[in-house]
């Protein structure tokens, strides 16, 4: 008889981690067995502590598989449990083209959401006292004043920086994150007025990227405010997705909804010139990459990731079927995609395996 406990997965998260619960929705939608385990301790506010460290992993959530193994990196993760599990209930749409579109606007969620939500967290003395207060805590349990005062203090230090190196630091950036993430919500409250989900009334993995960063976003006190002002809608969504275990639905087989299409006009200014800024500067050898937005210059590390990330889209790309790619030319052109996504010379022996870590 097989053990019950060696079929469940063990979603080592953190507190305030959108991949943790963008994870978890997942596996709820799914209804594949597991745990939710934050290991009190495991981070000081600094850094991963003995309890944590001895899994050799550095980004949030680690899932543990139950065959032993430890992974992390949302995406392939979801990808994997669409290998393992073929139960009827995907997250991955059935035409190639929508399928494409959910990689992108997860993307869009996954890389370039992450600014906005790091600057409204790390600046304002509002929200950096109660997102660092409430995170601590979330990572130490029941400590004393004194204690728990040393992880904050230790954490903002962390966290401001980590900012920085996203690109989120310049103050100038503010007002045009601002004004991106209120166009956001309008376009996601209008897509709610029609249907529940981007593509049909079943979520995809673009649903759960977004709900990932809307399950801190309806936290976190700038971004909270807003959102119940002006998206209630959305406000509601994100906790109903939060655990979708008895919903049904079905895709569409529509051409792609208003929502869609916002979307990813919305990623072709934002996670495109991301993008193309830290392939070019990665290309060159350089550490730092810059690129325009809303008029400002955003200025982060080049870090290797979101460059793997543009390449896996670029061969998602290059594999759809022509009919399905040919459908999606005004769609892409008018967002600026579709020329940026063809493979460069050589770019396509380049592109890294798309596995967990």
């Known amino acids: 008889m097989t053990n019950q406990a060696d079929c469940r997965y063990r979603i080592i998260a953190g507190p305030g981690s959108p991949y943790s619960h963008k994870i978890r929705a997942v596996m709820r939608y799914r209804r594949i067995p597991h745990d939710w385990t934050i290991v009190l301790g495991g981070f000081d506010g600094t850094g991963w502590t003995g309890k944590l460290s001895g899994l050799n992993k550095h980004q949030w959530p680690i899932v543990r598989f139950p065959d032993g193994g430890h992974w992390t990196d949302s995406t392939p993760i979801i990808h994997e449990l669409e290998k393992r599990h ?34 409204f967290r790390w600046t304002s003395d509002e929200d950096v006292s109660f997102c660092a207060r409430r995170q601590m805590h979330g990572w130490l349990g029941a400590v004393g004043e004194e204690e728990l005062a040393a992880g904050v203090a230790r954490f903002i230090a962390r966290q401001q920086k980590v900012r920085t190196a996203l690109g989120a630091g310049n103050p100038a950036a503010m007002d045009g994150f601002l004004r991106h993430y209120q166009t956001l919500l309008d376009v996601l409250e209008a897509g709610l007025s029609r249907q529940l989900f981007l593509f049909g009334e079943r979520p995809s993995i673009a649903d759960f990227a977004l709900y990932g960063m809307f399950s801190q976003l309806v936290i976190d006190p700038t971004p909270s405010r807003i959102l119940h002002e002006r998206a209630v809608r959305l406000f509601q969504w994100t906790y109903y997705v939060d655990d979708l275990s008895g919903h049904d639905g079905d895709w569409s087989d529509q051409e792609p909804s208003e929502a869609v299409r916002a979307l990813v006009m919305l990623a072709g200014g934002t996670l495109l010139p991301m993008m193309l800024a830290v392939s070019q500067a990665l290309g060159r050898g350089e550490q730092v990459a810059s690129y325009e937005f809303e008029g400002t210059r955003i200025t982060g590390i080049a870090r290797p990731y979101p460059r793997n990330c543009w390449l896996w889209l670029k061969q998602a790309f290059a594999a759809l079927p022509d009919r399905d790619r040919e ?15 063809a493979f460069a010379s050589g770019e396509a022996e380049r592109v890294p395996p798309f596995v967990m870590v």
């Open 86 to 119: 073929s139960d009827g209930r995907s997250v991955l749409p059935p035409s190639p083209a929508q399928r494409f579109l959910a990689r992108l606007i997860e993307d869009y969620a996954d890389e370039w959401l992450s600014l906005p939500l790091m600057a």
């Open 327 to 341: 459908s999606l030319r005004p769609l892409l052109q008018e967002a600026g995609f579709w020329d940026a996504l």
